[in-house]
């Protein structure tokens, strides 16, 4: 088995799981030309999983519906993702092209957003969870975001974070603001750095990597607290409004 990240507009990824006569899972499709590409060099699609209904991780599905009408396509219950032949939600187990999976709920970008969990220790989790960042709250609240996060954090630290955009450097200046005396993230945007100069991807990061790095899934540290107090000018009434308020900081934030 390998991973391959085929890239999509600006800096979406299409993720492939592909064995060893390449049959490929095919991760958000946002664009259909990358997998066709890629079809014509030997992949070959054995299904697809949406974690959400957003163009830019499901926009291909017609194509490659019409490509191949028998594609298997795993998402979840939403009626804006029509082209879906398996609606799958949180706890349902399933086997595609040799590999199990498991979907876990995790509402807050929009609504009805999952991730698939492989047993073989990669996480799919679209916009959800970034390397050193988490997703805009389109649909859901604060409360519900933060339980989702906690939700994929509970997996094992070895686990490969594999989301849908390369953020990281981005994310990593507002993170490193957020918390600057955090050794593990200077090590981490470092790498990121060497990674990008170097035309690589940073991404798969592991859940390792990110509970010692991302401050949204550091919310109960006190670096965490005591940035977002003195952001409030007060302590935080509770720790979804310390989430809240480093969700809000995130989005008017300027490098």
Same mark, same amino acid.
């Not at 999952?114 to 859901?140: K, Q």
């Not at 991302?214 to 935080?236: Q, Y």
């Given at each position: ?41 030997? $992949? ?19 194509? &490659? ?30 086997? $595609? ?39 805009? &709250? ?7 975001? &933060? ?37 593990? &993230? ?20 592991? $859940? ?48």
């Amino acid at each position: 088995m390998r991973l391959t990240a085929l890239t999509a507009f600006e800096d979406n990824y299409i993720w492939a799981l592909v064995d060893d006569e390449g049959n490929a899972v095919i991760v958000d499709p946002g664009d259909a030309a990358p997998v066709l590409a890629a079809s014509e060099l030997g $992949l070959w699609p054995a299904g697809v999983l949406i974690t959400h209904h957003h163009a830019d991780h499901a926009g291909g599905l017609p194509a &490659l519906r019409q490509r191949w009408p028998a594609l298997p396509v795993f998402a979840p219950e939403d009626p804006r993702i029509p082209e879906a032949t398996e609606r799958v939600g949180e706890g349902a187990r399933f086997h $595609l092209n040799g590999w199990d999976f498991q979907v876990l709920a995790v509402p807050g970008h929009t609504s009805s957003h999952i991730a698939f969990h492989g047993v073989e220790g990669h996480l799919f989790c679209g916009d959800t969870l970034f390397s050193l960042g988490c997703g805009r &709250l389109f649909e859901g609240t604060p409360s519900q975001m &933060l339980a989702s996060l906690e939700h994929l954090a509970a997996l094992p630290g070895a686990t490969a974070v594999c989301c849908g955009h390369e953020y990281t450097l981005a994310n990593a200046a507002f993170a490193r603001a957020v918390d600057p005396a955090n050794d593990a &993230l200077r090590r981490r945007t470092e790498e990121a750095q060497a990674m990008r100069t170097a035309g690589r991807p940073t991404l798969p990061s592991t $859940l390792a990597t990110e509970l010692a790095t991302n401050p949204f899934l550091r919310v109960d540290t006190l670096a965490i607290r005591d940035a977002v107090s003195a952001r409030l000018g007060r302590e935080p009434v509770d720790r979804v409004e310390t989430f809240a308020e480093l969700r809000r900081w995130k989005d008017g934030f300027r490098a």
